[in-house]
Structures are given as structure tokens and as C-alpha cells.
């Protein structure tokens, strides 16, 4: 029997996406996530008396300018060495070029492989790890050619950090497809390097383990690494959380719902239920309320009220978080005639938005606007013009709900959003 726990895709030191997330509290609740997640990691080598620790690249977010994360993973890797537990590690496209790393005094548990690539023995257990890491954070190339042939009579493991074939949000790193690995030779593969965990063979065994923590809304759901057991050649996985902190989209269907009393009553209940079914320390939400109700306008009048108290629903309920709230509530068709003229002025800006000319003139002025941007924030818009009509077409359709809303609604508070980001603590 030979167990070993494959992961990847740490990043330790990882700054956060959600500019949402810029408040200090939340900042240090996931900032500090990654560095939990690695410890859970190392409590289940010990707990499950693995005989190794695969890392897939990626252990650190590009260079390690932390001398105290340095410090903590040392401290870390120390635990398994004194259990007498290996840890073999390939660098990635992000921790290519760390220049604190290549300093660290390491445990002698940990074999690291170079950018040349090579083979660990754990003879012991008849077994073979081989290794590639990037020399730099660019690998265009496959780095297929660079691994061994598999040792004969071992049971060879190989550790390679790649995009595959192309993912979408990946750009492309190492790549390969997966007849080229299963031709190789190995028994089986530990990717690292896409974010999602997915067994992608099982003869032989390619997996890509995804992340073991979060960092964003982008990268919602339970996290968790893969628990591998061989027994007389026969490989069984098993996918074990890790998770410290987890992001959850959480979608409210409002449709006929009429008092706002109620429909606070549901949101509430919905995230009451989302947090009693993750395992987490602490549940980060983004609500976000679907469907159609007479409470549309008022709600996207009224976005600040309404964030303010799911916020404090949050709060009540505890280890929730929320990081926004968005509306996409829809107005249902009214029965009643149309005297009222601001019915008519909204069917008047619904046709006008369907005017050709008046999608060219909006692409136009923006064109001009994010020419007045900072060049480095300039690509958010867009790469292309079509892709600048599309966020143009967005952000129209967005500001006419709003100022339908305003328009609808009656006692009108001075502050009106269309999207509550909340960064306060529950």
C-alpha cells in the first residue's frame, strides 16, 4: 500500500481579485486562508499517514516577498519531515522566478525538481516520481520531452504543471494532450495549473486536483485536494476539503414575492441554509436576487436599505459574510391601462435603446471616455470594438433598469445603487 496526498495551486500570498474585498478585515480573513488551507493539508498527511506529498506547482503566488509566509512554510514542512513524510514540489508558472525560495534553508524531506527535470526513488514502496519544473514563468512549449522514461518495476508517478490542450480563463502553459500523457508511460499523472478538480483518465490516472482554497467569487465552491491509495496496482482517489474560507453565489428567486418584509425573510433564510451546509470557518456570499416582482423598482432603488439589512441578517446568522449584492429582478407585466405617462416615457427609452444609431453613438462616446482612462485599466472595456459594444449594450440596459426604477418608485431615499458591495464583518 503506498497514499500519498496530490495537490496544487496554493498560492500563498495571493493578492485578492474583489476589489470588494479591499477591506482590511476581509482582506486578512482570505488573505490568511491559503496559508490554513496548507496547514489542513499537512494535518491530513499526518492524520491519514500518507507516505508523501505531491505539490503541482504553484505553492506561491510569484515571488515570496513574505519572510513570515516564508517562515510558516518552513514550519509546515518541518511537521512532515518530522514524521518522516516527503514532500516533492515542481514550480509553476507563478513561483518560476521566486527569489526567496531558492534561499530557504528546506527541510531534507523536501526534493524539489529543477527546471531540467529528474526522478525521485522511494524504493521502499517501489515507487517512482518524476518531475519537471519551469525554469520561468513562461512555458510555451510541451515539457513532455523533458521527463524520463518510467522505471522499470516502479510504480511512476509524474508531476507536471500544464494548461492541457487550453482551458478557458488559462492562458496556455505547458501543453499537451491527454493521448500525449497516456502514452508516456506513467501510472499516473499530478497536474497542477487549472483551478477546477477534474479526473480527466483512469487508465492511466491524470487528475488535476484544482485549488485547496479560494480567492475570489471566480473561484466559488468547496476547494480540497485528492487522497491517492495504490494497493496491488489497483489506484483509489478520494477528494478530502480543505477549504478555511469558501465563496458561494447564491441566487434568490423573488418571483411573486410582494412585501419587502417577506422577501428579506427569504434571502435571510436562503443564506441561512447556503452557511449550514458548508463546512467552512466562514462563508463569503454574493446574493444575487432573480426573478419578478412588483418590489423591482423599489428594490433597485432601495439597493443600499436592502444591502445594509441582508448585511446585518449576515451578521445574525454568523461565519456569513456578504461581499455583494446584485439585482436582476424584473417588473411583471402590469394589467392595469397605461394613463400614466411614465409608462409611456419607458416604452419611449426601451425602443430608443433599440435604435441603431443610438448603439453606434454610445460606442462612440465611450470610445472616447476610456481614451481618457489610465492606459492600464483601458482592456477592462474590451480588446476589440465588438467586445466594447457588448459592455456598452450592458452597461445601457443596466442604466435604464435604474432609471426605471427612480422613475416607478415613490418616496425616493437620496442614495440609489443598483449593486451593494458589502466588506464588513458578520
Not at 125 to 131: E, I, K, M, R, W
Not at 190 to 198: C, E, F, K, P, V
Amino acid at each position: 500500500m503506498f497514499r500519498f496526498i496530490h495537490t496544487a495551486d496554493l498560492h500563498l500570498d495571493a493578492p485578492l481579485h474583489s476589489l470588494a474585498l479591499k477591506d482590511a478585515v476581509l482582506s486578512d480573513l482570505v488573505g490568511s486562508a491559503t496559508r490554513g488551507a496548507l496547514e489542513q493539508i499537512v494535518t491530513l498527511c499526518l492524520e491519514e499517514n500518507v507516505h508523501a506529498l505531491l505539490i503541482a506547482g504553484d505553492l506561491y503566488d510569484r515571488d515570496l516577498h513574505s519572510m513570515k509566509t516564508a517562515a510558516f512554510l518552513t514550519t509546515q514542512l518541518e511537521r512532515l519531515n518530522a514524521a518522516a513524510i516527503p514532500a516533492f514540489i515542481i514550480r509553476g508558472n507563478h513561483d518560476a522566478a521566486s527569489v526567496i525560495t531558492k534561499e530557504l534553508d528546506l527541510p531534507p524531506n523536501v526534493h524539489v525538481f529543477s527546471g531540467h527535470g529528474g526522478t525521485a526513488r522511494i524504493d521502499e514502496h517501489g515507487v517512482a516520481v518524476h518531475g519537471v519544473s519551469f525554469a520561468k514563468p513562461q512555458a510555451p512549449e510541451s515539457l513532455l520531452p523533458k521527463y524520463p522514461a518510467p522505471v522499470a518495476g516502479c510504480f511512476n508517478i509524474g508531476l507536471l504543471h500544464t494548461s492541457l490542450a487550453g482551458s478557458e480563463g488559462h492562458d496556455t502553459y505547458a501543453p499537451c494532450s491527454i493521448s500525449d500523457l497516456k502514452n508516456h508511460g506513467y501510472d499516473y499523472w499530478a497536474l497542477g495549473h487549472i483551478h477546477q478538480r477534474r479526473v480527466h483518465s483512469e487508465v492511466p490516472h491524470i487528475v488535476m486536483p484544482g485549488m485547496p482554497q479560494g480567492r475570489d467569487i471566480g473561484e466559488a465552491g468547496v476547494k480540497s485536494v485528492t487522497l491517492v491509495s495504490i494497493s496491488d496496482g489497483t489506484v483509489t482517489l478520494e477528494e478530502r476539503r480543505t477549504s478555511q474560507v469558501e465563496f458561494i453565489r447564491l441566487p434568490c428567486a423573488l418571483d411573486g414575492v410582494e412585501e419587502w418584509r417577506d422577501m428579506l425573510a427569504q434571502i435571510t433564510s436562503e443564506m441561512k441554509e447556503a452557511a449550514s451546509s458548508q463546512d467552512a470557518g466562514n462563508n463569503i456570499l454574493r446574493v444575487e436576487l432573480t426573478g419578478k416582482t412588483p418590489l423591482a423598482w423599489r428594490v433597485r432603488r432601495d439597493m443600499d436599505l436592502l444591502g445594509e439589512q441582508i448585511r446585518e441578517a449576515a451578521e445574525a446568522i454568523g461565519n456569513v459574510w456578504i461581499e455583494k449584492v446584485e439585482c436582476h429582478l424584473r417588473q411583471p407585466e402590469a394589467s392595469e391601462a397605461r394613463e400614466d405617462p411614465r409608462f409611456e416615457l419607458q416604452a419611449i427609452m426601451q425602443m430608443l435603446m433599440q435604435e441603431e444609431a443610438i448603439k453606434a453613438r454610445a460606442v462612440e462616446m465611450s470610445e472616447w471616455l476610456i481614451g481618457e482612462l489610465p492606459p492600464e485599466i483601458r482592456s477592462e472595456f474590451g480588446g476589440d470594438r465588438d467586445a466594447l459594444a457588448e459592455s456598452v449594450a450592458t452597461f445601457l440596459a443596466e442604466g435604464y433598469e435604474d432609471v426605471v426604477a427612480l422613475m416607478m418608485g415613490e418616496d425616493a431615499p437620496e442614495d440609489v445603487g443598483g449593486t451593494y458591495n458589502a466588506s464588513s464583518p458578520s
